[in-house]
Protein backbone atom coordinates (compact mmCIF):
# COMPACT_ATOMS: atom_id res chain seq x y z
CA UNK A 1 0.00 0.00 0.00
CA UNK A 2 3.07 2.40 0.17
CA UNK A 3 3.23 2.68 -3.82
CA UNK A 4 1.78 5.95 -5.18
CA UNK A 5 1.87 6.45 -8.82
CA UNK A 6 1.84 9.84 -8.79
CA UNK A 7 5.27 10.13 -7.89
CA UNK A 8 5.48 8.08 -11.35
CA UNK A 9 3.02 9.35 -13.37
CA UNK A 10 4.26 9.68 -17.47
CA UNK A 11 7.66 8.06 -17.18
CA UNK A 12 9.83 5.91 -19.79
CA UNK A 13 7.24 3.13 -18.15
CA UNK A 14 4.00 4.74 -19.18
CA UNK A 15 4.90 5.67 -22.36
CA UNK A 16 5.44 1.84 -23.44
CA UNK A 17 2.33 1.02 -21.52
CA UNK A 18 -0.05 3.43 -22.11
CA UNK A 19 0.99 3.24 -25.91
CA UNK A 20 0.82 -0.29 -26.37
CA UNK A 21 -3.06 -0.03 -24.54
CA UNK A 22 -3.87 2.52 -27.33
CA UNK A 23 -2.95 0.04 -29.84
CA UNK A 24 -4.88 -2.17 -28.01
CA UNK A 25 -7.66 -0.40 -27.81
CA UNK A 26 -7.53 0.73 -31.81
CA UNK A 27 -7.40 -3.46 -32.32
CA UNK A 28 -10.65 -3.66 -30.63
CA UNK A 29 -12.30 -0.68 -32.08
CA UNK A 30 -12.04 -2.29 -35.42
CA UNK A 31 -15.51 -4.70 -34.76
CA UNK A 32 -18.34 -2.87 -34.45
CA UNK A 33 -19.50 -4.75 -31.55
CA UNK A 34 -18.63 -3.74 -27.63
CA UNK A 35 -15.70 -4.93 -25.65
CA UNK A 36 -15.11 -4.59 -21.77
CA UNK A 37 -11.92 -3.15 -19.96
CA UNK A 38 -11.12 -4.53 -17.27
CA UNK A 39 -8.12 -2.41 -15.05
CA UNK A 40 -6.88 -4.92 -11.81
CA UNK A 41 -4.68 -2.22 -10.70
CA UNK A 42 -5.96 1.39 -11.44
CA UNK A 43 -5.04 4.01 -9.38
CA UNK A 44 -6.24 7.13 -9.37
CA UNK A 45 -6.87 7.94 -13.07
CA UNK A 46 -5.41 11.14 -13.14
CA UNK A 47 -2.30 13.09 -12.11
CA UNK A 48 -0.81 16.53 -11.71
CA UNK A 49 2.49 17.23 -13.00
CA UNK A 50 2.87 20.05 -11.19
CA UNK A 51 2.02 18.15 -7.97
CA UNK A 52 4.63 18.26 -5.02
CA UNK A 53 4.97 13.70 -5.87
CA UNK A 54 5.98 14.54 -9.62
CA UNK A 55 7.97 17.22 -8.88
CA UNK A 56 9.86 15.57 -6.17
CA UNK A 57 11.13 12.14 -8.91
CA UNK A 58 10.58 14.53 -12.50
CA UNK A 59 10.23 11.23 -13.79
CA UNK A 60 7.82 12.70 -16.46
CA UNK A 61 10.86 14.95 -17.95
CA UNK A 62 12.57 11.54 -18.95
CA UNK A 63 9.46 10.21 -20.03
CA UNK A 64 6.27 11.52 -22.01
CA UNK A 65 7.90 14.97 -22.23
CA UNK A 66 10.71 13.69 -24.24
CA UNK A 67 7.51 13.36 -26.82
CA UNK A 68 6.32 16.79 -26.90
CA UNK A 69 9.07 18.42 -29.26
CA UNK A 70 7.12 20.42 -31.88
CA UNK A 71 9.21 18.90 -34.98
CA UNK A 72 8.26 15.30 -33.36
CA UNK A 73 4.62 16.07 -33.64
CA UNK A 74 4.35 18.13 -36.72
CA UNK A 75 6.52 16.17 -39.23
CA UNK A 76 9.89 17.40 -38.61
CA UNK A 77 12.82 15.59 -38.67
CA UNK A 78 12.79 12.30 -37.27
CA UNK A 79 8.82 12.68 -36.39
CA UNK A 80 7.16 10.47 -34.21
CA UNK A 81 5.32 7.37 -36.05
CA UNK A 82 1.44 8.12 -36.30
CA UNK A 83 0.37 5.43 -32.52
CA UNK A 84 2.64 7.86 -31.00
CA UNK A 85 1.49 10.84 -32.57
CA UNK A 86 -2.32 9.99 -32.09
CA UNK A 87 -1.58 8.89 -28.91
CA UNK A 88 0.44 11.58 -27.66
CA UNK A 89 -2.68 14.13 -29.22
CA UNK A 90 -5.25 12.03 -27.11
CA UNK A 91 -3.24 13.19 -23.81
CA UNK A 92 -3.10 16.80 -25.31
CA UNK A 93 -6.96 16.94 -25.99
CA UNK A 94 -7.52 16.22 -22.10
CA UNK A 95 -8.84 19.07 -20.45
CA UNK A 96 -6.19 21.00 -18.38
CA UNK A 97 -3.86 20.36 -21.27
CA UNK A 98 -4.90 23.14 -23.51
CA UNK A 99 -1.60 25.25 -23.05
CA UNK A 100 0.78 22.08 -22.59
CA UNK A 101 1.05 19.13 -20.67
CA UNK A 102 -0.03 19.69 -17.53
CA UNK A 103 -2.05 16.87 -16.51
CA UNK A 104 -1.21 13.04 -16.98
CA UNK A 105 -3.85 10.60 -17.31
CA UNK A 106 -3.78 6.91 -15.90
CA UNK A 107 -4.92 4.13 -17.76
CA UNK A 108 -8.36 3.91 -16.75
CA UNK A 109 -8.69 8.15 -17.98
CA UNK A 110 -7.26 6.74 -21.10
CA UNK A 111 -9.39 3.89 -22.19
CA UNK A 112 -12.57 5.79 -21.21
CA UNK A 113 -11.13 8.75 -23.38
CA UNK A 114 -10.65 5.95 -26.35
CA UNK A 115 -13.69 3.95 -25.64
CA UNK A 116 -17.32 4.31 -27.35
CA UNK A 117 -20.43 4.91 -25.59
CA UNK A 118 -21.31 0.91 -25.58
CA UNK A 119 -17.88 -0.15 -24.46
CA UNK A 120 -17.76 -0.86 -20.37
CA UNK A 121 -14.89 -0.23 -18.17
CA UNK A 122 -14.44 -1.98 -14.54
CA UNK A 123 -12.04 -0.46 -12.41
CA UNK A 124 -10.68 -2.50 -9.42
CA UNK A 125 -8.25 -0.42 -6.75
CA UNK A 126 -7.53 -1.29 -3.17
CA UNK A 127 -6.55 2.40 -1.99
CA UNK A 128 -8.70 4.39 -0.41
CA UNK A 129 -7.84 7.43 -1.37
CA UNK A 130 -7.06 6.25 -5.11
CA UNK A 131 -10.63 5.01 -5.21
CA UNK A 132 -12.28 8.10 -4.10
CA UNK A 133 -10.66 10.00 -6.59
CA UNK A 134 -11.53 7.35 -9.10
CA UNK A 135 -15.38 7.63 -8.55
CA UNK A 136 -15.08 11.62 -8.41
CA UNK A 137 -13.35 11.48 -12.12
CA UNK A 138 -15.88 9.20 -13.25
CA UNK A 139 -19.21 10.33 -11.38
CA UNK A 140 -20.86 11.28 -14.97
CA UNK A 141 -19.24 8.01 -17.11
CA UNK A 142 -22.07 5.23 -17.00
CA UNK A 143 -19.61 3.21 -18.71
CA UNK A 144 -17.12 3.21 -15.88
CA UNK A 145 -17.51 0.81 -12.73
CA UNK A 146 -15.16 1.21 -9.68
CA UNK A 147 -14.56 -1.43 -7.38
CA UNK A 148 -13.00 -1.06 -3.88
CA UNK A 149 -11.60 -4.46 -4.05
CA UNK A 150 -8.57 -6.88 -4.86
CA UNK A 151 -8.58 -6.59 -8.79
CA UNK A 152 -6.74 -10.40 -9.04
CA UNK A 153 -9.91 -11.79 -6.94
CA UNK A 154 -12.21 -9.33 -8.36
CA UNK A 155 -11.51 -11.15 -11.75
CA UNK A 156 -13.59 -14.62 -10.76
CA UNK A 157 -16.69 -12.31 -10.82
CA UNK A 158 -15.77 -10.16 -13.32
CA UNK A 159 -14.58 -12.57 -16.08
CA UNK A 160 -16.18 -13.41 -18.72
CA UNK A 161 -17.65 -9.54 -19.57
CA UNK A 162 -21.21 -9.86 -20.66
CA UNK A 163 -19.28 -8.23 -23.81
CA UNK A 164 -17.40 -11.45 -24.86
CA UNK A 165 -14.74 -9.42 -26.07
CA UNK A 166 -12.47 -7.03 -24.59
CA UNK A 167 -9.43 -6.44 -22.31
CA UNK A 168 -7.97 -7.07 -18.83
CA UNK A 169 -5.06 -4.85 -18.14
CA UNK A 170 -2.88 -6.02 -15.31
CA UNK A 171 -0.25 -3.49 -13.88
CA UNK A 172 0.30 -4.03 -10.27
CA UNK A 173 3.00 -2.23 -8.24
CA UNK A 174 5.12 -4.97 -7.76
CA UNK A 175 5.57 -4.47 -3.91
CA UNK A 176 5.35 -8.07 -3.80
CA UNK A 177 8.39 -8.27 -5.93
CA UNK A 178 8.83 -11.68 -7.24
CA UNK A 179 6.17 -13.21 -5.65
CA UNK A 180 4.15 -10.45 -7.74
CA UNK A 181 4.90 -12.85 -10.98
CA UNK A 182 3.87 -15.57 -8.74
CA UNK A 183 0.38 -13.59 -8.23
CA UNK A 184 0.12 -12.96 -11.82
CA UNK A 185 0.69 -16.67 -12.77
CA UNK A 186 -2.34 -17.98 -10.60
CA UNK A 187 -4.31 -15.12 -12.07
CA UNK A 188 -3.86 -16.09 -15.01
CA UNK A 189 -4.16 -19.65 -15.52
CA UNK A 190 -8.04 -19.56 -13.49
CA UNK A 191 -8.46 -16.25 -16.04
CA UNK A 192 -8.42 -18.37 -19.01
CA UNK A 193 -9.82 -21.19 -17.92
CA UNK A 194 -12.91 -18.81 -17.12
CA UNK A 195 -12.45 -16.35 -20.51
CA UNK A 196 -10.07 -18.42 -22.73
CA UNK A 197 -10.51 -15.55 -25.65
CA UNK A 198 -10.57 -12.78 -23.25
CA UNK A 199 -7.19 -10.45 -24.07
CA UNK A 200 -4.98 -10.08 -21.39
CA UNK A 201 -2.05 -7.25 -21.11
CA UNK A 202 0.87 -7.63 -18.17
CA UNK A 203 2.78 -4.78 -17.49
CA UNK A 204 5.89 -5.43 -15.49
CA UNK A 205 9.43 -4.04 -14.66
CA UNK A 206 12.91 -4.73 -15.36
CA UNK A 207 15.12 -4.38 -12.88
CA UNK A 208 17.50 -7.62 -13.11
CA UNK A 209 16.54 -10.14 -16.36
CA UNK A 210 16.99 -13.19 -13.61
CA UNK A 211 13.97 -11.74 -12.15
CA UNK A 212 12.03 -11.72 -15.40
CA UNK A 213 13.24 -14.41 -17.40
CA UNK A 214 11.06 -17.56 -15.23
CA UNK A 215 7.65 -15.56 -15.84
CA UNK A 216 8.59 -15.55 -19.68
CA UNK A 217 9.23 -19.19 -19.68
CA UNK A 218 5.87 -19.30 -17.66
CA UNK A 219 3.89 -17.47 -20.37
CA UNK A 220 5.16 -19.85 -22.86
CA UNK A 221 3.45 -22.81 -21.69
CA UNK A 222 0.17 -20.85 -19.99
CA UNK A 223 -2.23 -22.30 -22.80
CA UNK A 224 -2.85 -18.58 -24.45
CA UNK A 225 -2.51 -18.72 -28.35
CA UNK A 226 -0.42 -16.15 -29.29
CA UNK A 227 1.82 -13.97 -26.52
CA UNK A 228 3.38 -10.96 -27.94
CA UNK A 229 6.47 -9.60 -25.87
CA UNK A 230 7.51 -5.74 -25.71
CA UNK A 231 10.10 -4.22 -23.68
CA UNK A 232 12.36 -1.33 -23.68
CA UNK A 233 15.00 -0.40 -21.61
CA UNK A 234 16.94 2.61 -20.92
CA UNK A 235 19.44 1.30 -19.25
CA UNK A 236 21.46 -1.98 -18.44
CA UNK A 237 19.54 -4.66 -17.01
CA UNK A 238 22.09 -5.84 -13.98
CA UNK A 239 20.26 -3.41 -10.98
CA UNK A 240 18.14 -4.31 -8.21
CA UNK A 241 17.92 -0.84 -7.37
CA UNK A 242 16.24 1.19 -9.79
CA UNK A 243 13.82 0.74 -12.77
CA UNK A 244 15.86 -0.21 -15.79
CA UNK A 245 13.11 -1.01 -17.91
CA UNK A 246 10.02 -2.36 -18.46
CA UNK A 247 7.81 -4.49 -20.60
CA UNK A 248 4.04 -5.55 -21.76
CA UNK A 249 3.03 -8.96 -22.57
CA UNK A 250 0.17 -9.69 -24.31
CA UNK A 251 -2.03 -12.86 -24.08
CA UNK A 252 -4.41 -13.74 -26.98
CA UNK A 253 -2.69 -10.47 -28.99
CA UNK A 254 -4.18 -8.99 -31.83
CA UNK A 255 -2.43 -11.20 -34.92
CA UNK A 256 -0.69 -8.13 -36.52
CA UNK A 257 0.42 -6.08 -32.73
CA UNK A 258 3.85 -6.46 -33.74
CA UNK A 259 3.32 -4.66 -37.12
CA UNK A 260 1.37 -1.96 -34.65
CA UNK A 261 4.46 -1.70 -32.47
CA UNK A 262 7.60 -2.06 -34.34
CA UNK A 263 8.01 1.63 -35.43
CA UNK A 264 7.04 2.89 -32.38
CA UNK A 265 9.32 0.65 -30.19
CA UNK A 266 11.89 2.06 -32.25
CA UNK A 267 11.45 5.65 -31.70
CA UNK A 268 11.11 5.32 -27.96
CA UNK A 269 14.54 3.59 -28.00
CA UNK A 270 16.04 6.83 -29.81
CA UNK A 271 13.89 9.20 -27.74
CA UNK A 272 13.63 7.80 -24.48
CA UNK A 273 17.60 6.58 -23.52
CA UNK A 274 19.28 7.56 -20.73
CA UNK A 275 22.92 6.00 -19.65
CA UNK A 276 23.44 4.55 -23.34
CA UNK A 277 21.66 3.57 -26.34
CA UNK A 278 17.77 1.92 -25.21
CA UNK A 279 17.30 -1.71 -26.22
CA UNK A 280 14.43 -2.83 -27.12
CA UNK A 281 12.36 -6.35 -27.94
CA UNK A 282 9.49 -7.72 -29.68
CA UNK A 283 8.89 -10.81 -30.92
CA UNK A 284 6.14 -13.82 -30.12
CA UNK A 285 6.63 -15.78 -27.26
CA UNK A 286 3.57 -18.17 -28.54
CA UNK A 287 2.79 -17.80 -32.00
CA UNK A 288 0.33 -20.70 -33.85
CA UNK A 289 0.11 -20.84 -37.45
CA UNK A 290 -2.51 -18.71 -39.10
CA UNK A 291 -3.53 -21.77 -41.64
CA UNK A 292 -4.39 -24.04 -38.81
CA UNK A 293 -7.34 -24.83 -36.93
CA UNK A 294 -7.77 -24.49 -33.44
CA UNK A 295 -5.95 -26.95 -32.60
CA UNK A 296 -2.78 -25.89 -34.15
CA UNK A 297 0.13 -26.41 -32.18
CA UNK A 298 1.92 -23.45 -30.45
CA UNK A 299 4.96 -22.13 -31.39
CA UNK A 300 7.53 -21.23 -28.91
CA UNK A 301 11.26 -20.39 -29.23
CA UNK A 302 13.81 -19.51 -26.71
CA UNK A 303 14.16 -15.90 -25.29
CA UNK A 304 17.14 -13.60 -26.90
CA UNK A 305 18.33 -11.02 -25.60
CA UNK A 306 16.94 -7.54 -25.88
CA UNK A 307 17.94 -5.81 -29.50
CA UNK A 308 19.83 -2.10 -29.31
CA UNK A 309 19.22 -0.01 -32.53
CA UNK A 310 21.66 0.80 -35.02
Not at 81 to 90: C, E, G, I, T
Not at 150 to 166: D, M, Q, S, T, W
Not at 226 to 254: C, F, K, Q, Y
Request: with cysteine; glycine share 6%; hydrophobic share 40%.
Amino acid sequence: MNYRHAYHAGNFADVLKHSVLFALIQALEAKDTPFALIDTHAGSGCYALDSEEAGKTGEYRDGIARLMFPDLRQGGQGTLPSLLRHWLDAILALPGNEHGLKLYPGSPLQAARAMRATDSAQLCELHPEEVSRLRELFARDHRVHVHHRNGYEALKGLLPPKEKRGLVLIDPPYEAQDNEFRLIEATLKAALQRWPTGMYAIWYPIKLRSQVQPFLRWLQHCGARRVLRAELLVRPDDSPLRLNGSGMAILNAPWNLDQMLRDPLQAMARLLAQERAAQWQLDWLVQEQDAAGPSSPRHTKPLPPPRRPR
